[in-house]
């Protein structure tokens, strides 16, 4: 009330000397200002040129928006484009090569073209880490992350596609968790029943009392892992052990829910606990939020040499709960 009551007995004033001033041309006329700048709300004015350019920002981004919504159809890449690029992969392509498509979502386009190239376990790989050679269809200048720490070697234009071929040293994979998932022997042991076997069958591991390993092809985060699917138990610890694996530098595991649907109406974590000779070299926790993600132990010391590896999962909250991991013994 203070500061309203003096900026008005200062406007008052301010009129009177106007009104009391000589007029324009007459002796002792002197120009006074009708507002003093004491009155001048500055932090209003500073406000109001934040707004106008935030309003002209917004009309910028949509002006922008909209040409880029009329011009984006003519710059999609058309079906000549993707079999030329096909066609470009298709004659330098070596067994063992890679292929991916940047941005991701145009996986399903380039496995029309080129799907028989990509067969399953290559489709659902933990990583790129064992390929060397990776082909790259891209648009729109996206590029893959499996080409991370690659060098370009050859780039070709087709349309609006790009072809290239990355190159990097490929690790090399002593043993492969997954494939050899038969060389494994499961239990459970739970709570106040002790431990027990589960049964090998043609194509899963079956427990008395419930749970399944199963391997094949997993949904996890809208993306197909070839992976081991574990259906884990409260109060139970599910262990996978697998006998003389022969060890490189690393040893590389990866594990996520299954699938982005079934997991929604459960928020358990599933902890895979690893081991080697008996020695635990870490733990990997799978929640809604992980999505699939990799871990790396060290394993320098039994570079060449056999081991035992065990793997532990266990839960919280079985509800709405399948795991999904993998894991390979490699080199970089």
């Known amino acids: 009330m203070r500061v309203r009551d003096g900026l008005r007995v200062a406007a008052n004033a301010a009129f009177r000397r106007v009104s009391r001033s000589p007029r324009r041309g007459e002796l002792g006329y002197a120009a006074r200002p009708v507002f003093p700048a004491a009155l001048i709300d500055h932090d209003l004015l500073r406000r109001r040129r934040i707004s106008v350019v935030v309003a002209t920002v917004v009309v910028l981004l949509a002006l922008v928006e909209t040409v880029n919504a009329i011009v984006a159809p003519y710059r999609a890449p058309t079906d000549k484009d993707w079999v030329a690029a096909a066609a470009k992969v298709r004659a330098s392509f070596r067994p063992g090569d890679l292929i991916v498509a940047a941005p991701a979502w145009a996986d399903p386009i380039m496995r029309r073209e080129l799907g028989d190239l990509v067969p399953a376990p290559v489709a659902g790989r933990m990583d790129a880490a064992r390929f060397g050679r990776i082909w790259e269809i891209s648009q729109h200048g996206a590029r893959a992350g499996d080409t991370t720490n690659a060098t370009v070697r050859t780039s070709s234009r087709h349309g609006a596609l790009r072809v290239k071929l990355w190159e990097k040293p490929a690790a090399a994979v002593t043993f492969d968790f997954v494939a050899e998932w038969r060389k494994a022997t499961m239990s459970i042991a739970t709570v106040g029943s002790g431990e027990s076997p589960c049964a090998l069958a043609r194509d899963r591991f079956q427990c008395a009392n419930g749970p399944v390993l199963k391997p094949g092809l997993l949904e996890i985060d809208t ?10 138990r409260e109060r139970a610890t599910i262990t996978l052990e697998y006998a003389q694996v022969s060890l490189g530098r690393e040893l590389v595991v990866a594990a996520g829910l299954h699938n982005v649907w079934l997991r929604k109406s459960g928020d358990g974590k599933v902890r ?3 081991l080697v000779d008996g020695r635990e070299l870490g733990t990997l926790e799978s929640t809604n939020s992980s999505g699939w993600f990799l871990r790396s132990f060290d394993t320098a010391s039994l570079d060449g040499k056999t081991a035992n590896v065990r793997f532990e999962i266990t839960t919280d909250k079985a509800h709405s709960r399948y ?4 894991a390979e013994a490699r080199t970089p």
């Open 323 to 326: 795991l999904a991991f993998a």
């Open 223 to 232: 993306t197909l892992r070839n992976a081991l699917g574990v259906e884990p």
């Open 272 to 274: 895979t606990r690893v």
